[in-house]
């Protein structure tokens, strides 16, 4: 490039890499006196900014920070809107039109593209005042070293970026990131580890190896078939005489067919089951709840009684807190009262039931209550009550984290009848509703890699005509969700779910969907095609392609329970 016109001042303001080898004494000169504006502008004071040796600050620029530390070698470009408490280490760049606000802190070596916003700050959404007057807070953003933000992302409060991580531009980051992250998308998710060649970190097989060519061709042709088939297989399970769902033909109505159907609908026909009308299908899920308790009994049941913190141990109406709730978000509708028993439990009737549940040998009981208790908050939050009793939400994370055995990263012990299969779907089911739904990392990540890998080399629960599809997304959507924190076995996890994709896919049943799989002891759907399997199915199918880089081929993305992002936040929400 030429050296530019001694007038072309606007030149570095836009690319200021170029300053410090091109500038003229002229433009350094007037650089200098930038810099002494802002070591002594007004509202600023001497002691609140300093500038690195090498640093450029573009006249353009917005910068009114309450304390500005730029590290050596670095700058922030034209049209730059910069406040707050900013720290950097040296060799960041804050590129044309890019935001900085609140209390941020940048590594080494940090790249920001144009047009991005790192917002250390939030407003409340309380009903009681107008936007303009909600209270603010602040967290912060901490940024690592070695770090690339591409154009047009996004950072939110409270996010922390770790070490070498590369942001896809347009990517919404609403969660931290591990070191080596690759990441993109809204919300922002791990596409791969970056120390990874491209390729590997995307389609991983059977064998560590790429994945062979034809799963990608076999996954985008069982998802055509799916959709073209849903609606035959939703018409198979509805009753027109009663207006009722059966899981399958021959079986009883059921609330939770009534909501597999609607994920269903909405997964494959982006739309509500075409049976009734969206409205419709919401009104009769409405109709169903226990104004009360809040509570949704099974058809033609009695009221349920709701059990010393709220709900029940065990039955229908404890899944109905859920699978209720998640298909009137789909339906675009929502639960029609609070879940008034658990809105009134105390953080002492918490804690004691947390310790009375039957972890040591019934822990996918214990992790179920939980997790629909932890749901039940959720949608109370969502309809703007209190989700329970001050400090209760807070008892209960803090309950979890210090009752989560650190050699297992779980709660409850493994049994001689079943090995790890209690512990395992009982992490699944805790963690869904907990720390999944509220968006909040799960402690002893790796070590819970460790315990579901062993638990999936079972042979009593995994070889052939065992596998399950509570069993299958037991261990899945834990190895899925602590993908998101570390990298830990990656190699034999991916291994494992490239398997299993391929199993999974020679379960379908043309017209009629997904068999749940054979139960120990032959009850529930078993082997027959129904819409419980169907719903369990699609969902684990997904988990399965996207921890194996395959998840955009099948052109659908679960909504409703098993949502691979955090629920939509509500004010006051953990």
């Known amino acids: 490039m030429n050296q530019p016109d001694s007038d072309d001042d606007g030149l570095f303001d836009h690319c200021p890499w170029l300053y410090a080898e ?26 609140s900014v300093r500038l690195g040796e090498g640093c450029f ?10 304390q500005l530390s730029l590290g050596d070698r670095s700058y922030i470009a034209a049209h730059a809107y910069v ?3 900013i720290r950097t280490g040296a060799d960041c760049t804050i590129n044309p039109f890019t935001v900085v606000r609140g209390t941020v802190t940048l590594g080494n070596g940090v790249r920001i593209g144009a047009h991005s916003s790192l917002l250390a700050f939030n407003h409340g959404t309380s009903p009681d005042l107008p936007v303009h007057q909600q209270p603010v807070t602040s967290a912060g953003i901490t940024v690592g070293d070695d770090v690339w933000i591409g154009s047009h992302v996004v950072v939110v409060d409270g996010v922390t970026i770790g070490d070498h991580c590369v942001i896809g531009a347009g990517a919404v980051v609403t969660k931290d990131l591990p070191a ?19 390729e590997a970190g995307r389609r991983k097989g059977v064998s560590g190896g790429a994945v062979s060519g034809g799963v990608a061709p076999e996954l985008s042709e069982f998802a055509n078939a799916a959709r073209a088939q849903a609606a035959d297989l939703l018409d198979r399970c509805w009753l027109p005489d009663t207006g009722r769902y059966v899981d399958r033909p021959g079986a009883e109505p059921t609330v939770r067919a009534h909501c597999d159907a609607v994920e269903i609908a909405a997964l494959l026909l982006g739309q509500a089951p075409p049976q009734l009308p969206a409205a419709e299908h919401a009104a009769r899920l409405r109709a169903l709840q226990d104004p009360v308790t809040g509570l949704v ?12 913190a709220g709900l029940p141990e065990d039955g229908a109406s404890a899944y109905h807190v859920l699978c209720v709730g998640y298909a009137l978000d789909l339906l675009g509708s929502s639960l029609a009262h609070p879940v008034h028993t658990v809105r009134a439990t105390t953080p002492e009737q918490l804690v004691g039931h947390l310790a009375e549940l039957p972890w040591p040998d019934r822990a996918w009981h214990a992790g179920a209550w939980v997790d629909s208790w932890a749901t039940a908050a959720h949608w109370n939050l969502r309809l703007g009550t209190e989700a329970a009793a001050p400090g209760a939400l807070e008892a209960l994370f803090g309950w979890l984290h210090t009752h989560a055995d650190p ?13 790890r299969l209690q512990m395992v779907n009982g992490y699944y089911r805790l963690t869904r509703g907990s720390f999944a739904q509220f968006g909040l990392p799960v402690p002893y990540a790796e070590r819970v890699i460790d315990t579901v890998l062993d638990h999936a080399r079972d042979p009593r ?12 997304l037991d261990v899945i959507h834990p190895l899925w969700l602590c993908a998101r924190q570390t990298t ?5 996890a991916r291994s494992w779910a490239s398997a299993q994709l391929t199993a999974a896919l020679r379960r379908w049943h043309p017209g009629r969907g997904f068999p749940f799989g054979p139960t120990p002891d032959g009850t529930g759907p078993g082997r027959e095609p129904g819409l419980q399997g169907t719903e369990m199915w699609l969902a684990i199918v997904w988990l399965l392609a996207d921890l194996v880089g395959l998840a955009d081929v099948l052109a659908y993305r679960p909504r409703g329970i098993h949502r691979p992002e955090p629920a939509p936040p509500a004010e006051g929400m953990a």
Request: hydrophobic content about 30%; aromatic content about 4%.
């Open 22 to 47: 091109q500038a003229s004494g002229r433009q350094r000169a007037a650089q200098e006196q930038r810099q002494k504006r802002l070591l002594g502008g007004a509202g600023a004071g001497a002691a």
């Open 57 to 66: 600050v573009a006249e353009t620029a917005a910068v009114y920070p309450e």
């Open 83 to 85: 406040t707050g408490d």
């Open 180 to 198: 080596w992250t690759v990441a993109a998308g809204n919300p922002a998710r791990r596409i791969r580890d970056r120390r990874e060649p491209r």
């Open 297 to 308: 009994p099974e058809f033609a049941a009695a009221p349920p009684v709701p059990g010393p």
């Open 407 to 419: 050699r297992t990263g779980m709660w409850g012990s493994p049994t001689s009848e079943s090995g």
């Open 461 to 472: 629960h995994f070889s052939p005509g065992r596998e399950n599809a509570c069993n299958v």
């Open 488 to 492: 830990h076995r990656g190699e034999e």
